[in-house]
């Protein structure tokens, strides 16, 4: 039985802290091992009793504890992951200046893992020219500093510095043991449009024509684009239920014309567009204004469908140069060719740079939290993409755009 991936906790001392035990209870269900190691500060907001009964570990905060194991820095080299919890600007100062005042930024310099924070402060502190250093700094170290989101914060306020959703911070975390390279700054000056979702073609005042699609693969597209230094838009149809990603700025829509319409939009200026949403081929012909009703002889009504416009195609025509453009393809075989025959088929036919192939069905890639599949290209090539999260999957992609971005040239 292999040993439990080995997390390190640290948990800032800001109000946000209390979203730590959501992410600590998340990591533990998930089968991580977690040890919490809180600042004096975050024991404020949070008694350490909580962490210690979600966690299983006794809880600390100075170095002057179990000196004999010499944990100050024992805690750090034995960490497979090390994430803090909310990033305060008072502790990102602390650990861009190699300050060692206590058991987390001893940690913090002795761990050789991947070192996360995620940073929660009001809008004022995160853009002041003193924190833009520090996390400049510290990611120039090879730490992993997440834009954060935005939304209410402490008080009355609004605006950026918002902790990311726990769930967002659970993801990445698994995300970096699976793939410690997963979210280099690579993406840094470039915008990016993700779509996501399913889109849905009203048939009346109550009924629609739809799919399955949960929109979790476009937000992890969007969500690691982020983390790798992107300006992101995401048009999401009909994803009310799933968090807005950290630093995204998310466009909602319903139907295959308003998704039409708002990549159009945001297309332009784009570096790359990556259409991950499962858009309708067709609609009904005409919206009846009434709800249609059953009649005695229990006939069936018959609906005329009219097509939806060719978004991927229509984008593929009309993008700017060196712009690229990523299709997806849910696909099934059938008896004239395999998913990959008629994935092909469709890379051909739409003219995209990558396109991402889904074999679906029963328990396959929509609404399930893992994902499969294979990345072709234009130019011939084809990757297996294993089994993973849709996070995983969603770093593969931007790993080859990314490629693509260096070499100009290739895009055909």
Request: glycine share 10%; proline share 6%.
């Amino acid at each position: 039985m292999a040993p439990r991936p080995r997390v390190v906790l640290g948990v800032g001392g800001g109000i946000a802290a209390y979203k730590a035990c959501e992410v600590l209870r998340g990591l533990t269900e998930s089968g991580h091992d977690v040890r919490v190691v809180p600042t004096e500060s975050a024991l404020r907001f949070v008694g350490a009793a909580t962490f210690e009964a979600l966690s299983g570990h006794p809880v600390h905060t100075g170095v002057f504890t179990e000196v004999p194991q010499v944990q100050h820095v024992r805690v750090g080299k034995e960490a497979d992951l090390v994430l803090v919890v909310p990033a305060t600007a008072d502790l990102l100062a602390r650990a861009a200046h190699g300050m060692a005042d206590d058991l987390l930024t001893t940690t913090l310099l002795t761990a050789r893992c991947p070192v996360v924070f995620f940073p929660a402060m009001h809008t004022e502190m995160w853009e002041h020219p003193a924190t833009r250093d520090n996390v400049a700094l510290l990611r120039g170290r090879g730490a992993v500093v997440t834009e954060p989101g935005s939304g209410r914060l402490t008080g009355a306020d609004t605006g950026k510095g918002r902790l990311a959703d726990p769930a967002e911070i659970v993801d990445l975390a698994q995300l970096l043991l699976a793939r410690p390279d997963a979210l280099p700054r690579d993406l840094e000056g470039r915008r990016v449009v993700v779509s996501a979702g399913g889109t849905r073609e009203p048939l009346d005042p109550v009924r629609y024509l739809g799919n399955r699609s949960s929109g979790k693969q476009g937000y992890a597209l969007a969500r690691v684009a982020a983390q790798r230094g992107a300006t992101v838009t995401l048009v999401g149809a009909n994803t009310s239920e799933l968090p807005d990603p950290a630093g995204v700025e998310v466009v909602p829509v319903s139907t295959a014309e308003q998704l039409a319409a708002a990549v159009r939009d945001a297309a332009p200026a784009a570096d790359a567009v990556v259409m991950a949403a499962a858009v309708a081929d067709f609609r009904p012909a005409t919206l009846a204004e009434h709800k249609i009703k059953k009649t005695d002889d229990m006939s069936a009504p018959t609906v005329p469908l009219t097509r939806n416009p060719d978004i991927l195609a229509g984008l593929v025509a009309s993008r700017p140069k060196d712009q690229i453009v990523v299709g997806f393809a849910a696909e099934t075989g059938d008896e004239r060719g395999s998913v990959l025959d008629h994935a092909r088929t469709k890379l051909k036919r739409k003219g995209c740079d990558l396109l991402v192939v889904n074999a679906v069905g029963e328990g396959k890639a929509f609404g399930t939290d893992d994902n499969t599949g294979w990345l072709l290209s234009q130019q011939g090539l084809q990757w297996r993409i294993p089994l993973g999260s849709k996070s995983r999957l969603a770093a593969t992609v931007w790993d080859a755009v990314g490629e693509l971005m260096r070499q100009p040239g290739q895009r055909q």
